[in-house]
């Protein structure tokens, strides 16, 4: 059964840290482009960051460049997003993602045919 699973969302404080999880299985993990994508109230979802397979290669979306960090251990099928320098506006349900192997448009949700179910991340001021 393919199975992700985010983890590490709650409460922070403008300027605070976060760490998300996303842990896999049932897929062939270390063949999977990874990514971030969250959806804020009252808005669409959109991309946040992504990881190519080996992790050599990262995308970010500006409003995140600089703050956050996308990695991957491919021996625990795991891709984490630590988030830093926090901000109420990245308030939203954070999703992770996954598609086959290729690297391009990696901010294209509709590319990614595997998700999470979301972890809610509340950034207060």
């Known amino acids: 059964q393919v199975q992700l699973v985010e983890s590490g969302g709650g409460l922070a404080q403008a300027g605070g840290s976060l760490r998300l999880s996303c842990a896999t299985s049932?897929?062939?993990?270390?063949?999977?482009?990874m990514g971030w994508f969250r959806r804020a109230p009252g808005k669409e979802r959109e991309f946040v960051a992504a990881i190519s397979t080996s992790g050599a290669a990262t995308a970010y979306d500006d409003s995140v460049k600089g703050r956050f960090t996308i990695s991957r251990d491919n021996s625990e099928n795991l891709v984490v997003l630590q988030m830093s320098s926090l901000k109420p506006e990245d308030t939203a349900v954070y999703y992770c993602?996954?598609?086959?192997?290729?690297?391009?448009?990696?901010?294209?949700?509709?590319?990614?045919?595997?998700w999470g179910q979301g972890t809610r991340v509340t950034v207060s001021s």
């Open positions: 049932g897929i062939i993990f270390s063949g999977h482009t």
């Open positions: 993602a996954a598609r086959p192997g290729t690297w391009y448009d990696n901010h294209k949700p509709a590319l990614y045919h595997l």
